[in-house]
């Protein structure tokens, strides 16, 4: 013990007279226990470094300290933390270390202060705002400007054959007509679509297009489709109206859904239905958004709400008297969509300084109707910067609906490497395996079967059928391949009772008429403004999701190919994290362990940053999913708390349950569960249609 | 293996040649019938599904059910009469 100390005092010595030089190689040589508070001085080593003269050195130490396992919560005899020393002293590189590193500037001294008293009383603005944005403790900033910018990088394009990257470019560039081969064709497509996305900069519009090649002969389509941008494009670079039409031609159609807001929001759903819809698979819905975006934003604020409300009231209207039930909730994903797209728009739209560029129009589609035709995912990449807080991430959108290139079946002579991918091929799985599949999926289980034959094929189906074993009852539990199996050979996660039933079938989402009824009494009630709401009235904050890459495994894509209930399992497995932002800095929840990322740390005392390290060290970015956008502080905090409670917070990184705001506080928890599920399940059906959108620090490749 | 049939011990005492189905054990005139409907009229067919599925007990009761509606008792009979005369024949 007494050599211990001996050496803590060396050390002690060290930060305060050596270099950092000295300080890393003591460290290295030495281990010891530098979470101790050390006699006489009343201090620990890291509260020492936090405050050193001078600052750079401190900077050092700090970052030497912590990654030698250093605790940002250690007290001392008076309660004071190295984040409370940090505070005092201003120290905002430091703070934002020990921070990430899990620090808690919540946590009071003996006195009853805690980072915030101590950044006010010592007129430390910087780390007050810093602690403020961070930590979101209270909206006290004034104003909400928009501190980030969001800049498209690039676009890529890729099929099974060409991967195609496009970056911004200014200058223009003159349409040709439309040639003739297939192969140019197509990259002539190519070429418009990026060339439109181009040109449209600062107004990105036209993520994806589907062209129906059934209805509708490709060439002319293409044709209309360029013709159109480019037009709009030309005349409407500085503001004014931006309408992109866009031709969808259906064989049968059933109904068909015009919301038009004050906005000039225009909203279509087109079905057709066909014998067997049951799977889903004739059934199509195309929303398309055109927004128009004027040049003075500034009388816009009002309107907004305007739109927003517009909408709402138009959609049950419409959805009960227009459509059957079987359609009611395809519908309702596109609403949610609708919604979310018009939030998020009018959330960039009513600041006046603010740089958001995009406002992207969105295509939802799930059609496979077969025919001959080339999928093409398109990837944006968004650079998001924010300066003030140095922070650089890039932001990735994998776009839903794969672009789809149409072409006939080989009435032309098909070049070898432009051949087409049917999309018959990719259908899900049927019930039935083929032998070989069979054989594959059992070996895989670990069971070796004996010859596939027809007095056996049965057996064997049923055998696998044994093995998967999975909660899912239904027949179709047999069609699902290797994805559904690596979630159930996860470590399980317990969430609550509701969604662990919710886990087991699939049926809940065909009634969901008792959650909206919650969803919708718990809305009702924030548009009272009259109320003192936490945090005032200002429809600036959204919740957002957490979600692992790596689980999810860019499920929008597949979640047409599936069944829905999968996509369920898939994506509730695959949050870590539920939290509760501000529109002026979206992505402010990823600054810690950006700060972190930077100095090359890997581990955090702080379990969401560390989740976050961990899967940016796995070269992929974290999927960030806004919901709710536009909603008052207090609604989404209770949000926020429906979603943890839903999901139980043993299964997220979240490190405290929320706070519940108005009515839904009155709530027994069941019914807040219930409302917390039914949320999840909105944010699924968003997160469906908008794609996933990776966020990843700019050094990472 | 004391509580075996005396149809178990015949069926298991010899090779079964040409035997019809109705001599394996648990296999009875019912059956029999069944299993001569689905095309197994001999003894040796059945061999053949058993040796086929493997000798997996599991799987040749779940064929045997599925084929002619034996009941467990009937299936595993069947099955640990064709395993045992293999031991021995072959």
């Known amino acids: 013990m007494g050599t211990a100390y001996k050496e803590l005092f060396k050390l002690y010595d060290i930060i305060q007279n050596g270099t950092e030089r000295s300080l890393e190689s003591f460290l290295e040589e030495n281990n010891i226990q530098i979470n101790q508070i050390i006699p006489c001085k009343g201090i620990g080593v890291l509260h020492l470094a936090v405050g050193v003269e001078p600052p750079e050195k401190s900077k050092k130490c700090t970052e030497l300290l912590l990654k030698n396992g250093g605790d940002p919560n250690l007290s001392n005899d008076d309660g004071v933390t190295p984040v409370h020393i940090a505070a005092i002293w201003g120290r905002l590189d430091n703070l934002k270390l020990l921070i990430g590193c899990g620090g808690d500037p919540s946590q009071r001294d003996l006195d009853g202060h805690s980072a915030f008293d101590y950044a006010t009383r010592e007129e430390q603005w910087e780390v007050f705002d810093y602690l403020h944005n961070v930590i979101d403790q209270t909206d006290g900033s004034p104003g909400h400007k928009c501190a980030y910018t969001l800049d498209l990088e690039r676009v890529l394009l890729t099929t099974d054959q060409i991967v195609a990257e496009y970056g911004p470019i200014t200058d223009e560039i003159t349409q040709e007509k439309a040639p003739t081969r297939k192969t140019e064709l197509i990259n002539e497509w190519c070429a418009n679509n990026s060339l439109a996305i181009n040109k449209l900069y600062p107004t990105i519009i036209g993520d994806t297009y589907l062209i129906d090649d059934e209805s509708a002969p490709w060439k002319s389509t293409c044709l209309d489709f360029t013709e159109n941008i480019t037009l709009d494009l030309t005349k409407d670079r500085i503001s004014s109206d931006v309408n992109t039409s866009f031709k969808s031609c259906i064989s049968k159609r059933l109904t068909s859904v015009e919301i038009s807001g004050i906005q000039k929001l225009q909203f279509t759903s087109d079905e057709s239905k066909s014998i067997d819809n049951s799977n889903g698979l004739n059934h199509r819905i195309s929303v398309y958004e055109n927004f128009s975006l004027p040049g003075s934003p500034s009388n816009i604020t009002h309107k907004n709400y305007n739109t927003k409300t517009s909408l709402k009231k138009k959609n049950p209207k419409n959805t009960s008297s227009l459509i059957s039930s079987d359609f009611s909730q395809e519908l309702d994903k596109v609403l949610a969509v609708a919604q979310n797209k018009t939030n998020e728009w009018l959330c960039g739209k009513d600041v006046a300084c603010n740089t958001r560029r995009s406002s992207a129009s969105s295509g939802v589609s799930s059609n496979y109707s077969g025919g001959s035709i080339v999928l093409a995912n398109v990837h944006e990449e968004y650079k998001y910067e924010d300066r003030e807080e140095d922070v650089v991430l890039i932001e990735k959108r994998l776009l839903v609906s794969p672009v789809v290139l149409p072409c006939d079946d080989g009435a032309e002579n098909v070049t070898p490497d432009m051949t087409m991918v049917s999309v018959a091929s990719s259908l899900p799985a049927s019930v039935k395996y083929d032998d070989s599949t069979l054989r594959k999926e059992l070996v895989r289980l670990g069971f070796t079967p004996g010859p596939i034959q027809d007095t056996t094929r049965n057996l064997y189906l049923k055998k696998l059928q044994a093995l998967k074993n999975g909660p899912r009852e239904d027949v179709e539990a047999l069609s699902d391949n290797l994805q559904g199996l690596n979630i159930n050979n996860k470590p399980k996660k317990t969430y609550s009772i509701e969604i662990e039933k919710s886990l087991r079938t699939g049926d809940w989402m065909n009634d969901l008429t008792i959650h909206m009824e919650l969803e919708r009494k718990a809305r009702e009630n924030f548009t009272d403004t009259n109320k003192k709401w936490r945090e005032g009235t200002a429809k600036t904050s959204f919740t957002y999701l957490l979600l692992d890459p790596r689980m999810t495994d860019n499920l929008p894509v597949k979640a047409g190919k599936q069944n829905k209930h999968l996509s369920w399992v898939t994506f509730v497995n695959s949050i870590f994290y539920v939290g509760k932002g501000k529109r002026s800095r979206p992505y402010s929840h990823l600054y810690q362990a950006l700060t972190l990322w930077k100095k090359d740390f890997k581990t955090s005392k702080d379990k969401k940053v560390q989740h976050i390290l961990d899967i940016w060290s796995d070269k992929v970015g974290v999927v960030c999913l806004h919901i709710f956008q536009n909603v008052i502080p207090a609604e989404a905090y209770t949000y926020e708390a429906a979603m943890i409670d839903a999901l139980g917070l043993t299964s997220l990184k979240n490190l405290k349950v929320g706070n519940y705001y108005g009515v839904v506080a009155s709530w027994p928890l069941k019914e807040r569960r219930m409302l917390g599920q039914y949320l999840l399940y909105k944010a699924m059906l968003i997160f469906l249609s908008e794609g996933e959108r990776q966020l990843r620090p700019d050094d990472l490749d | ?90």
């Open chain 2, 1 to 90: 293996m004391s509580s075996t049939s005396q149809k178990h011990r015949n069926f298991v005492a010899e090779p079964m040649g040409e035997k019809p189905v109705t001599e394996l054990a648990g296999v009875g005139e019912v059956l029999g019938k069944r299993l001569e409907v689905a095309g197994f009229d001999k003894a040796y067919t059945v061999l053949g599904q058993f040796l086929v599925l493997k000798k997996d007990k599991e799987l040749f009761q779940e064929w045997l059910k599925d084929t002619c509606n034996a009941n467990s008792k009937q299936s595993a009979d069947c099955y640990q009469c064709l395993k045992d005369w293999c031991d021995e024949f072959l």
